[in-house]
């Protein structure tokens, strides 16, 4: 199964970096996950210089919204048991060690273990709007690649049920998705 969680890595001067990522946990283990960039990545290169970092599980979609639109800029508080930090939005937190790497010149495989597990908060349940904000925001980070009549149409579909199930949050990272379609349209 892929997770989309939030990774927090540190450069080797312990500046934390903020990435949405979706993390594959192979079926039946709970302290196994495979962390996979894109090369290039600011995320690959801070966990194979430190070894460690933080799976984030977060509700708040601004956090993965804010990311792709340039506010990587959220409260962040020292992890317990590794070199690393937690976003304080998280509702749950896996801190983790980097134990083998499969290369891979477009996407490697990043093996991790986990290594301490905190609870913070209770999950609510599920919630449509989030949903939409989490595809669209995968859909912005690939404007440019697929047709921009293609993402149109999505977000066309996203946004019904967006319109029907947001709250503050949600609304406030949507706009700020639309902003950068809208930017990506006016550059191109
Ligand atoms: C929900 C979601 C999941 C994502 N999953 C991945 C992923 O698994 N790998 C990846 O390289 N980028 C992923 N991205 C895009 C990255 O977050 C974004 O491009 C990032 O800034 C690039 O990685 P870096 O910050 O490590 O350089 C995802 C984005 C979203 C919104």
């Given at each position: 199964m ?6 927090i890595t540190q ?7 903020i990435?949405?990522?979706g993390i594959?946990?192979p079926?039946?283990?709970?302290d196994d ?7 290039p990545?600011t995320?690959l290169?801070?966990?194979?210089a ?5 799976i ?6 601004r956090v993965f ?6 506010r990587r800029?959220?409260?962040l508080?020292?992890a ?9 939005c998280a509702?749950?937190h896996?801190e983790v ?5 499969e ?5 490697p495989?990043l093996?991790?273990k986990a290594?301490?597990?905190?609870n913070?908060?209770?999950f609510?349940?599920?919630n449509?709007a989030?949903?939409s904000?989490?595809e669209?925001a995968?859909l912005?980070?690939?404007?440019g690649?697929?047709?921009l009549?293609?993402?149109q149409a999505e977000?066309?579909?996203?946004r019904?049920g967006l319109?029907?199930t ?6 406030e ?5 639309m902003a950068?379609?809208e930017?990506f349209e006016?550059?191109?």
């Amino acid at each position: 199964m892929i997770q989309e969680t939030i990774v927090i890595t540190q450069n080797r001067f312990g500046l934390a970096h903020i990435a949405p990522m979706g993390i594959y946990t192979p079926s039946g283990s709970q302290d196994d996950f495979i962390i996979l960039p894109f090369r290039p990545s600011t995320t690959l290169n801070n966990l194979l210089a430190s070894k460690t970092a933080v799976i984030n599980y977060c509700d708040d979609v601004r956090v993965f919204a804010g990311c792709l639109t340039g506010r990587r800029d959220w409260p962040l508080t020292p992890a317990e048991k590794i070199n690393g930090q937690v976003l304080d939005c998280a509702l749950a937190h896996t801190e983790v060690e980097l134990v083998r790497i499969e290369d891979d010149e477009t996407r490697p495989k990043l093996f991790c273990k986990a290594v301490h597990n905190v609870n913070h908060a209770p999950f609510k349940g599920f919630n449509r709007a989030q949903y939409s904000v989490l595809e669209a925001a995968i859909l912005i980070s690939r404007l440019g690649r697929i047709p921009l009549e293609k993402i149109q149409a999505e977000i066309d579909y996203l946004r019904i049920g967006l319109e029907k199930t947001a709250g503050d949050r949600e609304l406030e990272a949507w706009s700020w998705l639309m902003a950068a379609i809208e930017n990506f349209e006016e550059d191109a």
